[in-house]
């Protein structure tokens, strides 16, 4: 397709980040997700409350289990261990009721995460098919799809993983704060004060790895565009011997994407066993202030009022030491996660909150019955009669569309269609012929609405096409591109796609009128062959006769035929033009082609040189006029 400049790189839709500071506006946006999973939410908040107390008390029982049962025994001469069994089972009960609850709520948030991203997936597909052309034209399909691979994989370890871990950690360290001050304020303070100690360390590190875990999305999207493009590219690549230098490139790219991968993962990585060797720092600093303070008789200062700490004050407080650094630890770790996520989320918030295309027409296109009188009635049935609806008034489709002084630019101030006049009446087929870069294909595009025209008028049946419905206008208009898309299915699925409620008589008809209907009977199983691939396993030639035939399925009063025979052979076009010529019938049908040979029987011959009509007319008029179409045919039947 010949296009005019595109506004901005095709990479436009990435968002760089500078810094690794939490979105806390994509935060509370990804959070509302979650509010149709409340009450299992509701159930999620219990359990991990029920675990992180279960592993607080745990730990505080070792206290009682020491002082009151254990050291009691090793004193008596004939002990009994009833009471100790007692206790062991009431703890075994505990460590029981954590292990479940961690179960029930991991569990739990695997499947809400999912259900998550399947809304955010539909959400996404949903409002891209809204979105206009334009959108597309900038960025490349791997740069697309890794908004449904990449970031809704970073948005499901977040709620799955880092949320539930994130409220633990939390949780858990405000239980734990309250149980060592239960226990010993001494001893607490001096937590405390290792613990502003270890946040510093990890401030400074978690800072720079989410930078790299940032920059790790930013270049994980932008290789898997370029992977995209060489495998669909991979017959030019191999043609033009481009194997080194697209080996070349992708090694800068994977290589961008090593660093920042490396770097994020190294300083991550070293976060858990650096605070891990804290911990055991702070294990040994509490040990030896707690032996201090129990040989020496210090009063200890504690809520339950203990006057001096005991053997098993100490053991319990070295568990709770430890139960209060691998949370932070833990939150260290999933901030990492969550600032990822974040950058995940932002970009499908991006894609999401792109406008989407605008639509203020209100004339919509009907079925109607045409009585002898002339006059016309709206009905439900098709009758191979089509009416524009506006309003209360029906005016039949005849197909007569009027470009008339139209100025258009895909960017401001670089136009690419100059001062456009075009009349082409009904049944009249209208060849747009020129060199590549001359704008047919633009004009097209703006019948279409793909874009809207920035000055002039565009008439359909006389009315303004930007008071028509876009849906409306595009079922009016049949459209054959010179790159055929097949979808995975049948070939009766992929010919039905022009019109979803045809029959399969219908179906096969268009085949038979296009000539496509032969070759479908060879294939292994006709009409019910299975494509994979874009009809990998047919020629271009077929491919396109199946979209021809999708196109006359449609019945349209309008035919766009953008070098719809170009990838077909002479012979077979012949045999196609046949078909054509019949699908054209009664049509008004807009041409572009290289082949002259494809146009010289149109009513009107449109010549077109950088974005603008140079000569008008007729095969015979324009051969007489021995301009520029005069010279093209002359030289040679096909533009190059």
Excluded at 219 to 245: P, Q, R
């Amino acid at each position: 397709m010949s296009r005019g400049p595109m506004p901005g790189p095709r990479g436009g839709g990435r968002q760089m980040y500078s810094g690794a500071k939490l979105d806390t506006a994509t935060a509370a946006r990804v959070l509302t997700y979650l509010k149709p999973y409340r009450i299992r939410m509701i159930f999620v908040v219990i359990c991990i409350l029920v675990s992180s107390l279960a592993s607080v008390a745990s730990s505080l029982f070792m206290r009682g289990l020491i002082d009151d049962y254990i050291a009691p025994l090793l004193l008596e001469a004939s002990p009994v261990y009833t009471g100790l069994l007692q206790a062991i089972t009431t703890m075994a009960c505990i460590f029981a009721a954590g292990i479940f609850s961690s179960y029930f709520y991991n569990r739990t948030m695997a499947v809400v995460a999912q259900n998550i991203l399947k809304d955010v997936r539909d959400q996404m597909f949903e409002h891209m098919q809204t979105l206009p052309v334009s959108y597309f034209d900038q960025r490349t399909h791997g740069e697309v799809m890794s908004h449904y691979t990449n970031d809704t994989d970073t948005l499901r370890q977040m709620i799955s993983q880092s949320l539930p871990n994130l409220f633990s950690s939390v949780i858990s360290m405000a239980a734990v704060f309250v149980s060592m001050i239960h226990l010993s304020i001494w001893l607490t303070l001096v937590t405390l004060a290792f613990t502003g100690l270890v946040l510093i360390i990890m401030k400074k590190l978690a800072g720079k790895s989410s930078t790299y875990f940032v920059k790790q999305q930013e270049s994980l999207a932008d290789i898997n565009g370029y992977i995209e493009e060489m495998i669909n590219g991979l017959k030019v690549v191999k043609v033009f011997c481009h194997e080194e230098k697209a080996q070349e490139n992708f090694d800068e790219k994977n290589e961008s994407l090593r660093d920042s991968w490396t770097r994020a993962n190294i300083l991550a990585n070293i976060i858990m066993p650096l605070m891990g060797n804290l911990g055991y720092v702070l294990y040994v600093v509490i040990a030896i202030v707690g032996g201090f303070m129990g040989i020496a008789g210090v009063p200890n200062l504690s809520v339950m009022g203990e006057p001096t700490v005991t053997l098993g004050t100490i053991a319990s407080f070295l568990i709770l030491s430890r139960n209060f650094i691998n949370p932070i630890t833990q939150v260290s770790q999933q901030l990492n996660s969550v600032i990822m996520a974040m950058a995940g989320a932002s970009r499908i918030f991006k894609l999401l909150d792109e406008p989407g295309e605008e639509d203020h027409g209100t004339v919509t296109l009907v079925n109607a019955h045409k009585a002898e009188d002339g006059t016309l009635t709206e009905c439900k049935e098709h009758t191979g009669t089509w009416a524009w609806k506006d309003g209360e008034e029906l005016v039949e489709v005849r197909g007569k569309i009027n470009l008339t002084e139209v100025d258009f630019g895909y960017v401001d101030d670089v136009m690419v269609l100059h001062d456009i006049t075009v009349y082409a009446e009904p049944g009249q087929k209208v060849a747009l012929v020129g060199a590549t870069g001359a704008g047919k294909t633009t004009i097209t595009n703006l019948i279409n609405r793909f874009y809207d025209i920035d000055d002039g008028k565009i008439l359909y049946d006389g009315i303004e096409i930007n008071r028509i419905r876009k849906e409306d206008l595009r079922r009016s208009l049949g459209v054959v591109l010179q790159d055929v898309n097949l979808f995975t299915g049948t070939v009766m699925e992929n010919i039905r796609y022009g019109k979803l409620d045809a029959t399969d008589e219908e179906c096969i008809a268009a085949a038979k009128l296009v000539n496509a209907d032969g070759f479908i009977r060879m294939l292994p199983k006709g009409y019910n062959t299975i494509l994979e691939g874009d009809g990998s396993g047919l020629s271009q030639g077929q491919r396109q006769l199946i979209s021809i035939a999708r196109a006359a399925v449609a019945d349209p009063p309008v035919m766009i035929l953008d070098e719809a025979t170009s990838s077909i052979d002479t012979r077979t076009e012949s045999i196609v033009q046949r078909g054509m010529d019949n699908l054209m019938h009664g049509r008004t049908v807009f041409v572009i082609a290289h082949r002259l040979s494809t146009v010289q029987n149109s009513d009107v011959i449109m010549v077109m040189e950088n974005g603008r009509i140079i000569e008008r007319g007729d095969h015979n008029r324009l051969i007489e006029e021995k301009g520029k179409y005069y010279q093209l045919y002359m030289g040679a039947f096909e533009l190059e």
